[in-house]
């Protein structure tokens, strides 16, 4: 039996990418036997199975659970995970530290 994973993407390293966050996305796990070979031309990673690199975007978490039950899938949540951020100022780049010195080496 096939399941699907419910997941919010991470957010963009660019400043471009601010809304991609927000959203949750369904795709499907690949399956053990899923016709997958290797193409000889481009030695690219070829599959027979559609599914796999299918995503369907949602506006929220709920909506995608609910749609997931209504298709009859199995799914599991993957939640996304919270990093901390310190707020600081620009003055502290170049505020003073007791201790010893750090040297950088470029060679």
Sequence with gaps: ERSVRIFS?????TQSGKNDGRMWRIDFDIL???NRW???LM????SAD???SLQIKFYSKESAIEFAERQGWNYYVQEP???KFVK?????NYKHYPGKLRMIKTK
């Design 88 to 92: 600081k100022a620009y003055s502290d």
């Design 43 to 46: 030695g690219w990673a070829s």
């Design 32 to 34: 053990e036997d899923g």
């Design 38 to 40: 290797e193409n000889p």
């Design 9 to 13: 993407p991470s957010k963009r390293a």
């Design 50 to 52: 559609y599914q796999q």
């Design 81 to 83: 995970k919270k990093s």
